[in-house]
């Protein structure tokens, strides 16, 4: 499997934080792109998709069982947090490091793929 896959079998980014970002970028606003119907208010000029400020938090975009086959409902208008977010090789990005982690998911490395 290829690191350019590995987020379409993982998911555990969307289970794992709060997806906050500016309320602009959703389609309340002019030029958003982000499904209001798919947020919730988080501050007076943030919002953050629905299900990510829970204790145990699950965006309500995510598709899927986490470590099997996922995907995001709304891949093409998703937030700057989730456009922002890169997969970890070899630690580059802790964060993806930790959210594998917590559920069970190691740590990605690269694979140079046989022709």
């Not at 970028?25 to 629905?50: D, I, N, R, W």
Request: overall charge positive; hydrophobic content about 30%.
């Amino acid at each position: 499997m290829s690191l350019a896959n590995a987020c379409l079998t993982c998911g555990a980014c969307c289970a794992s934080y709060r997806v906050s970002f500016y309320w602009g970028e959703a389609t309340g606003a002019p030029e958003g792109y982000v499904p209001s119907k798919l947020t919730e208010s988080f501050h007076p000029h943030l919002l953050c998709m629905q299900g990510t400020n829970k204790k145990q938090p699950r965006c309500v975009a995510l598709v899927g069982e986490i470590g099997q086959q996922v995907s995001c409902s709304i891949y093409q208008n998703r937030p700057s947090p989730c456009r922002e977010f890169d997969i970890s090789i070899d630690g580059s990005n802790p964060y993806c490091d930790k959210a594998r982690a917590k559920y069970g998911l190691a740590k990605l490395i690269p694979v140079q793929e046989v022709a």
